[in-house]
């Protein structure tokens, strides 16, 4: 049981380390590399949940809509609309062909928006 209890610190831990990476990102102008690490968070906090819901090691899956499934959150059309949204932060941050066009995308005002937006569901995922 200990075991899990240190699995779960990790990626609750993890997840706040990189939600504050992400905001000083935005603050940085760094606006893609925010966008992928607001998805490192969620996905962290999501495996966390996961360990601690079913006591087993967490899916190997960077899908975010699926690993709230898993740790039995309910969610609203607009969360898993939000989810589904951000898990293409994840595949745009990670591969080159994908970067630029991303890049372009990822505006302050853009970023702006899903940085509140996911700081507001992670503190919902957190409440619940």
Same mark, same amino acid.
């Given at each position: 049981?200990?075991?899990?209890?240190?699995?779960? *610190?990790? /990626?609750?831990?993890?997840?706040? !380390?990189?939600?504050?990476? *992400?905001?000083?990102? #935005?603050?940085?102008?760094?606006?893609?590399?925010?966008?992928?690490?607001?998805?490192?968070?969620?996905?962290?906090?999501?495996?966390?949940?996961?360990?601690? @819901?079913?006591?087993?090691? *967490?899916?190997?899956?960077? &899908? %975010?809509?699926?690993?709230? !499934?898993?740790?039995?959150?309910? %969610?609203?059309?607009?969360?898993?609309? %939000?989810? @589904?949204?951000?898990?293409?932060?994840?595949?745009?941050? @990670?591969? &080159?062909?994908?970067?630029?066009?991303?890049?372009?995308?990822?505006?302050?005002?853009?970023?702006?928006?899903?940085?509140?937006?996911? &700081?507001?569901? #992670?503190? /919902?995922? !957190?409440?619940?």
């Amino acid at each position: 049981m200990q075991y899990i209890q240190k699995h779960i *610190a990790f /990626w609750k831990e993890s997840a706040e !380390r990189n939600l504050k990476t *992400a905001k000083d990102l #935005y603050k940085t102008r760094h606006f893609d590399a925010c966008l992928f690490f607001c998805h490192l968070t969620l996905e962290k906090y999501l495996k966390a949940r996961v360990i601690q @819901r079913t006591s087993t090691a *967490a899916p190997f899956t960077h &899908d %975010l809509v699926v690993l709230a !499934r898993v740790a039995h959150f309910t %969610l609203t059309n607009e969360q898993e609309t %939000l989810l @589904r949204t951000v898990n293409s932060f994840n595949i745009s941050g @990670r591969y &080159d062909d994908y970067k630029l066009q991303f890049h372009k995308k990822a505006t302050q005002a853009y970023t702006k928006k899903y940085l509140g937006n996911i &700081d507001a569901l #992670y503190l /919902w995922l !957190r409440q619940h």
